[in-house]
Structure formats: C-alpha cells, structure tokens
C-alpha cells in the first residue's frame, strides 16, 4: 500500500464507509479497505472525533509562541509547495480556488496603492491624483492595445 500525505476522502467513500460499520466492521478493516489508516476511518465516521481532532490541533497551535509557529511553517515550506504544485497541475477545482484567493488579494492591493496615490499597475508614485496609472504604465498599456490595433496610435 502506497502512503499519501494528504489524501483526500470522497464523500461516496464516506457514505459506504458508513454502511460497512453498520454490517459491524472494525475501523481497522474499514481503513485497510479503502487504503488509509484505522485513525483516518474513525475521523470520518465520528462526529464527535472531527470536533475533538480540531480542538487538540487549536490548543496545540495556541500555546505555541510566535517563534515556534514560524520555525514550524519553514520546516514545512517545501513539503507544501511540492504538495500545493502537484495539486495545482491535476486538480482544475482547486486551480481555479487559488487563482479566485490570488486575484482577490490582488485586487486588494491594488485598492490600497490607489487610496496611497501609487500607481494601480506597479506601485510607484504617479503625478497626476486624478488617474490610477503612472505614465510608463499608461504609455506601455497602450501600445500593447496599438499593436493589437484597438487603437490608432500609441502615446508618445
């Protein structure tokens, strides 16, 4: 049996899952059946298990100093982004999920250097308050519209 770092359960799995504890199967045999550990069985088909799990998670995490967080989160790093990359390239759901947080955050940022007087495009000061763009990023906008002939020519 392969081993997954963060394998997903599928609903329908729950639901048989279920019916197999129902028939007085052990959450041993129910894990060997879908492929994961007799712990991870026993999450899915206890509720009180799930709520239990995330309060030892948060009480762990909460006498944890900020240090010890951060040390943490570095350890982690490259785990995750090996993890997160994979599951950008085969998973068009959760591609979708990340680039929506990635935009908003974005747009976020964009809404704050408009209210600092920066440029919306690249975060420099501009001249002009009443425009959102610096010049360069004016200038460069629309020649790229000039090349792609939706105007009929560029600034100078």
């Known amino acids: ?93 959760f591609r979708r999920g990340f680039l929506d947080i990635v935009k908003r955050s974005f747009e976020k940022r964009r809404r704050k250097w408009v209210k600092l007087g920066l440029c919306s495009t690249c975060g420099k000061k501009r001249r002009d308050k009443k425009l959102r763009q610096c010049e360069n990023c004016r200038r460069k906008k629309r020649e790229c519209r000039f090349k792609k002939g939706k105007v009929k020519k560029p600034i100078k």
């Open 1 to 93: 049996m392969e081993r997954y770092r963060y394998r997903k359960i599928k609903p329908e799995d729950i639901v048989v899952m279920k019916e197999l504890r129902e028939q007085g199967l052990s959450y041993k045999q129910i894990g060997g059946e879908f492929g994961v550990h007799m712990s991870t069985a026993h999450y899915h088909l206890s509720p009180r298990e799930k709520i239990m799990s995330k309060k030892r998670a948060y009480k762990f995490l909460s006498k944890m100093t900020k240090k010890q967080k951060l040390e943490k989160i570095k350890k982690a790093a490259p785990r995750m982004k090996k993890y997160m990359k994979e599951r950008y390239n085969n998973d068009s759901e």
